[in-house]
């Protein structure tokens, strides 16, 4: 039987579902995993963040949460992709406003699909990736050392995990950020999972 393993994930949403608003819908997709074989390990405040893009919709409401399964990395994904589903998520713009998203940022120390590939897609200026999406999955995510709304929510869960190709601990990536963006994500009040 293939071996438990740590995966963290990123939640947000800026419309809400049919189960309620932005924060009830994390809440629910965090019961949708469980019952999908995802144990809960823990789970971050439910944080609001401006939208990103700026101007792209509603604020978010962001969390991230680490999990076990003995699942591949192409199952876990395929599993968060189900609940997004289960929850109305349409994939019709990029980066555009949704009812959950339901990112997978790394499982343990896995590289996927290899060293060379993942630095590529992390080096991508912001306008490709806007308009590029990769066609296999790449771990870590690529963007991760980049968002606040993803290290902040990460810090109060998981704030020791090291990225595996630079080196650098959730903590540190997150303290690395620009104040003004760390500041900008603000905890809910009430709304923890």
């Known amino acids: 039987m293939p071996k438990e393993q740590e995966i963290l994930i990123a939640l947000g949403s800026n419309l809400g579902s049919e189960i309620g608003d932005s924060a009830a819908t994390l809440k629910a997709a965090l ?24 101007g792209a919709g509603p604020d978010y409401a962001n969390a991230c949460a680490v999990l076990h399964s003995a699942e591949t990395p192409a199952g876990v994904l395929d599993l968060l992709h ?9 994939r019709i713009t990029r980066w555009g406003s949704r009812t959950l998203d339901l990112d997978l940022i790394g499982i343990g120390e896995i590289v ?30 690529p963007r ?3 968002r606040a709304f993803v290290l902040v ?11 595996p190709l630079l080196g650098r601990s959730v903590a540190e990536m997150c303290a690395a950020l620009p104040a003004a963006d760390r500041a900008a994500v603000v905890p809910l009040q009430d709304a923890a999972p």
Do not use: M, N
């Not at 060293?115 to 999406?133: F, H, I, N, P, S």
């Not at 929510?153 to 990225?163: I, K, N, Q, S, T």
């Open 82 to 90: 189900a609940t997004e589903a289960e929850f109305g998520r349409q």
């Open 153 to 163: 929510p990460l810090c109060d869960v998981a704030a020791g995990w090291r990225h």
């Open 31 to 54: 019961a949708a995993l469980h019952r999908r074989g995802l144990a809960l390990r823990r789970c971050s405040r439910i944080y609001k963040t401006p939208c990103f893009p700026a």
């Open 112 to 141: 996927l699909p290899d060293a060379t590939t993942q630095a590529a897609w992390r080096a991508l200026d912001v306008a490709e990736q806007a308009q590029r999406a990769p066609a296999e999955l790449i771990l870590p995510h």
């Open 144 to 146: 991760l050392q980049d």
